[in-house]
């Protein structure tokens, strides 16, 4: 059975406060490791990762996957109020692309 | 393009009463899959379908069926609503061809049943 375990579960921090979050998963056939932010709505895309080492960067958010280890973490840098979000993990079987999420991480950035 | 819709966008229930939970895509995309959300949780697979006619259980099938007729459409059956079922629920759907960042979601139907 995949499984995907995010930590914290739950994260306050201070606006420009850098924040990492955290993702293990095992899965039988990976194809990629996904973040997505959800505000209260349906997930929204960040990142797909599917190689070892390779960082993936958008502005003041980036992620990297460790597929030896089986984890990713994803930061944000300088954080802001409207960072405030549950962020969620997925990965994705190379089966018919369903996927397969952790309980997210909520985080809460205070001004 | 409206992308993936869903509809109702709320719904309340009665304990055994049935509904449908409609979800249309207009991108022409093989695939498409039922996911629920409880608090505090990631979204669960429900079922899913890799085209018309095909359907395969998720993680969490149990007291919803499903049927894809066409490739748009990919509708939610409670067939005896439970407490239980209270969640809110994302169709999701992406073409064979890519992975999972072209992974479209719709907006969510919040269900309550009493």
């Known amino acids: 059975e995949d499984k995907v375990v995010q930590s914290p579960l739950s994260l306050v921090v201070h606006e420009g406060d850098t924040v990492t979050l955290n993702c293990s998963y095992e899965?039988?056939?990976?194809?990629?490791l996904l973040w997505y932010k959800q505000e209260k709505k349906a997930p929204t895309f960040l990142f797909m990762l599917?190689?070892?080492?390779i960082e993936k960067k958008s502005g003041r958010l980036s992620s990297i996957l460790d597929k030896k280890e089986l984890f990713s973490i994803l930061n944000i840098t300088a954080t802001q109020t409207g960072d405030s979000a549950v962020y969620l993990c997925?990965?994705?079987?190379?089966?018919?692309?369903?996927?397969?999420f952790g309980k997210g991480t909520m985080l809460l950035v205070s001004p | 393009n409206a992308g993936v819709t869903q509809t109702p966008k709320f719904q309340v229930l009665k304990t055994g009463q049935s509904m449908t939970l409609q979800c249309a895509q207009d991108?022409?995309?093989?695939?498409m899959s039922w996911y629920r959300q409880d608090p505090g949780m990631g979204l669960r697979l429900i079922h899913y379908?890799?085209?018309?006619?095909?359907?395969d259980q998720g993680e969490v099938p149990n007291g919803y069926n499903v049927s894809r007729s066409t490739t748009e459409d990919f509708p939610l059956r409670l067939l005896s609503a439970a407490p239980s079922q209270t969640s809110v629920y994302f169709c999701?759907?992406?073409?064979?061809?890519?992975?999972?960042?072209?992974?479209?979601f719709g907006p969510g139907t919040r269900l309550l049943v009493l």
């Open positions: 899965v039988t056939n990976f194809r990629s």
């Open positions: 599917t190689s070892s080492g």
């Open positions: 991108m022409n995309h093989e695939y």
């Open positions: 999701a759907s992406n073409p064979h061809t890519g992975g999972g960042e072209t992974q479209y």
């Open positions: 379908s890799v085209g018309a006619g095909i359907t």
């Open positions: 997925a990965v994705e079987s190379v089966r018919y692309s369903t996927l397969t």
